[in-house]
């Protein structure tokens, strides 16, 4: 018999200039993936693409003891107005360095050399697992669906995040 996988939750936070909940196409399939999945959703916001802003919001999640997962979208380009990167690293005790290469190995195969405008990262911050995607649908869905959903599955083998981020499992802190 395999065990349950147990849920996590997780919180959605959209970086947009121009996006509201009936444009957030990102946000919206991120928050149905994970459902899908079997995770609770804890809260979904859309901030604009400002540093401190985005700080705020990611520092008072990290904060939060009941979430344990920040997925962000948006704000990973080069454009002047693109910051995640720059808020949240400095938030993180640990970075997950080989995130953003296996996500751009992935999206090669959809948009080419494209996929080198990337700066998705990942981390670990109080005992929160926080992920950084691009702000297109298709970003996200390559993702959750070649890295997230297994990463964020208490029974995926040999190694998971979601072990991180479960205090009874005994890898939290």
């Not at 999206?107 to 981390?123: A, H, N, P, Y």
């Not at 970003?139 to 979601?162: I, M, V, Y």
Request: aromatic share 6%; hydrophobic share 40%; charged share 25%.
């Amino acid at each position: 018999m395999s065990e349950a996988m147990i849920p996590l939750t997780i919180a959605v936070l959209t970086i947009s200039d121009t996006r509201d909940f009936n444009s957030d196409r990102s946000g919206a399939l991120l928050a149905e993936r994970l459902s899908e999945a079997g995770h609770r959703l804890a809260e979904r916001r859309i901030v604009i693409d400002d540093v401190y802003r985005i700080r705020a919001t990611v520092s008072e999640w990290i904060a939060d003891p009941e979430i344990q997962v920040i997925l962000t979208t948006g704000g990973t380009g080069f454009t002047g107005r693109d910051s995640t990167p720059e808020a949240v690293s400095v938030l993180l005790d640990k970075r997950i360095e080989g995130f953003g290469e296996q996500f751009r190995q992935l999206s090669w195969q959809e948009v080419g050399s494209s996929t080198i405008q990337s700066r998705c990262l990942g981390g670990l911050a109080n005992a929160t697992v926080v992920f950084c995607l691009p702000g297109s649908s298709g970003a996200c869905r390559t993702a959750w669906d070649g890295l997230l959903a297994e990463q964020l599955d208490s029974r995926h083998k040999p190694c998971n995040f979601a072990n991180l981020v479960i205090p009874e499992r005994g890898q939290h802190v």
